[in-house]
């Protein structure tokens, strides 16, 4: 079994590629900001800086590296994060926005045995 820190539904990955197609590569990030909330920010490659004292790099979701700053994943890493979509406009500087669609992440706690099978990697 390879448990995955982050992962998409399949909206989620249709959206994923739409926006590739439009924009060329991306990257997400979990955000933890004051105009957010906690949510999933689609970004051009590059467009945000992350840095290895401030982010972690917790996956990829439909070939998109995902990243989440430290401080956040304090709070996140005993789940396993669900990236989803809804309708709707979230107020994000994120690259969805313009197509009436918002990612929202979903969480899962991780069971015993993906638990130990992630601190073994």
């Known amino acids: 079994m390879t448990v995955k820190r982050v992962i998409a539904t399949d909206a989620a990955l249709a959206l994923i590629e739409k926006l590739k ?4 590569q991306l990257m997400f990030h ?3 900001g004051c105009c957010d909330g906690s949510a ?10 992350v840095s290895a004292q401030r982010d972690i790099q917790l996956g990829e979701i439909g070939g998109v590296l995902f ?17 989803d979509i809804t309708e709707g406009y979230g107020g994000t500087f994120s690259l969805e926005g313009p ?3 918002v990612f929202i992440t979903r969480s899962r706690l991780f069971t ?6 992630l601190n073994d990697q």
């Open 21 to 24: 197609k439009q924009h060329g």
């Open 30 to 32: 979990q955000s933890g």
């Open 67 to 83: 990243y989440m700053s430290r401080s956040q994943y304090a709070y996140w890493q005993h789940t396993q994060l669900i990236i």
């Open 112 to 117: 015993d045995a993906e638990w130990s099978e």
């Open 99 to 101: 197509e009436g669609l």
């Open 40 to 49: 999933a920010n689609c970004y051009l490659a590059g467009e945000l800086q």
